[in-house]
T-cell receptor, first 112, second 111 residues
Framework: KAGVTQTPRYLIKTRGQQVTLSCSPISGHRSVSWYQQTPGQGLQFLFEYFSETQRNKGNFPGRFSGRQFSNSRSEMNVSTLELGDSALYLC???????????FGPGTRLTVT | QKEVEQNSGPLSVPEGAIASLNCTYS??????FFWYRQYSGKSPELIMFIYSNGDKEDGRFTAQLNKASQYVSLLIRDSQPSDSATYLC???????????FGTGTSLTVIP
């Protein structure tokens, strides 16, 4: 089975811009979760989608949003980028929510 | 208090020794506990998870839960240099609607 894929792998944006990241889960997995990883805060849960519905949400501002399509692919959007949004954004897919999550390689976002 | 806390280390052990990693959690109602390994520059990979009803052994890895003290430990027996990585503990909330990671413990196994 192909693993979780994320595009793009690297991204440089300017403050105030918006960005969209994409995640394709493992075939058959209907749950996709998104995480932000920074050296200071570690891995932080953003949200989880299951069958096109946001099922769970972490403690991030409304600038962070996402969606899931009928083929389980998911996108995450960050609007009005801030310097502090620079991070590695990871998505993880699972057949059962938080159990047995498989992570993608991540998208490294740099905001200048 | 953070939801999940780990000693950041670094923890160094000689090859062949037992490495012991600990994690404390704040939600007394948490029912499941996860250990991930993350190599430098790579994404996390799940090593094992346990439920609140018991410990678990998988090869050289053993996960143990102390519910009274609210901590989870991961023991790595016969540590190998390839075990050198950051180990992340993760715990979903009791309601299962959020998933908290610790900041990780860096382990170095010295040949």
């Amino acid at each position: 089975k192909a693993g979780v894929t994320q595009t793009p792998r690297y991204l440089i944006k300017t403050r105030g811009q918006q960005v969209t990241l994409s995640c394709s889960p493992i075939s058959g997995h209907r749950s996709v979760s998104w995480y932000q990883q920074t050296p200071g805060q570690g891995l932080q849960f953003l949200f989880e989608y299951f069958s096109e519905t946001q099922r769970n949400k972490g403690n991030f501002p409304g600038r962070f949003s996402g969606r899931q399509f009928s083929n389980s692919r998911s996108e995450m959007n960050v609007s009005t980028l801030e310097l502090g949004d620079s991070a590695l954004y990871l998505c993880a897919s699972s057949s059962q929510g938080f159990l047995e999550q498989y992570f993608g390689p991540g998208t490294r976002l740099t905001v200048t | 208090q953070k939801e999940v806390e780990q000693n950041s280390g670094p923890l160094s052990v000689p090859e062949g020794a037992i490495a012991s990693l600990n994690c404390t959690y704040s939600d007394r109602g948490s029912q499941s506990f996860f250990w991930y390994r993350q190599y430098s520059g790579k994404s996390p990979e799940l090593i094992m998870f346990i439920y609140s009803n018991g410990d678990k052994e998988d090869g050289r890895f053993t996960a143990q839960l102390n519910k009274a003290s609210q901590y989870v430990s991961l023991l790595i027996r016969d540590s190998q240099p390839s075990d050198s990585a950051t180990y992340l503990c993760a715990v979903p909330t009791n309601t299962g609607n959020q998933f908290y990671f610790g900041t990780g413990t860096s382990l170095t196994v010295i040949p």
